[in-house]
Nanobody, 117 residues
Framework: QVQLVESGGGLVQAGGSLRLSCAAS????????MGWYRQAPGKQRELVAS???????KYADSVKGRFTISRDNAKNTVILQMNSLEPEDTAVYYC???????????WGQGTQVTVSS
């Protein structure tokens, strides 16, 4: 049974930092594309950052230069380091694991990030 468990969310003031962690189990973690998504109230879920099995990264324009995604294949963990947080970053953040062939797609339960102004 595949599980993705996020942790590290919370309440922080604007300009502060948070570190989100996603622990994966039940899958061959190293071959999956891992991503962080977020969904704010009344908005669609959007990609924040992703990292391939080889370590290539991609970021939403709104977080470039502020957020860093990384993975530790030995620990089956993906990290999202969030710096210089803004109120607009307030959302539920979800961890995602995707394999293309064959197609697999898994989601965590989400962790709330709230940035106060």
């Amino acid at each position: 049974q595949v599980q993705l468990v996020e942790s590290g969310g919370g309440l922080v003031q604007a300009g502060g930092s948070l570190r989100l962690s996603c622990a994966a189990s039940g899958l061959t973690f190293s071959i999956y594309l891992m991503g962080w998504y977020r969904q704010a109230p009344g908005k669609q879920r959007e990609l924040v950052a992703s990292i391939t099995s080889g370590g290539s990264t991609k970021y939403a324009d709104s977080v470039k230069g502020r957020f860093t995604i990384s993975r530790d294949n030995a620990k089956n963990t993906v990290i999202l380091q969030m710096n210089s947080l803004e109120p607009e970053d307030t959302a539920v953040y979800y961890c995602n694991a995707v394999r293309i062939v064959p197609m697999d797609d898994y989601w965590g339960q989400g962790t709330q990030v709230t940035v106060s102004s």
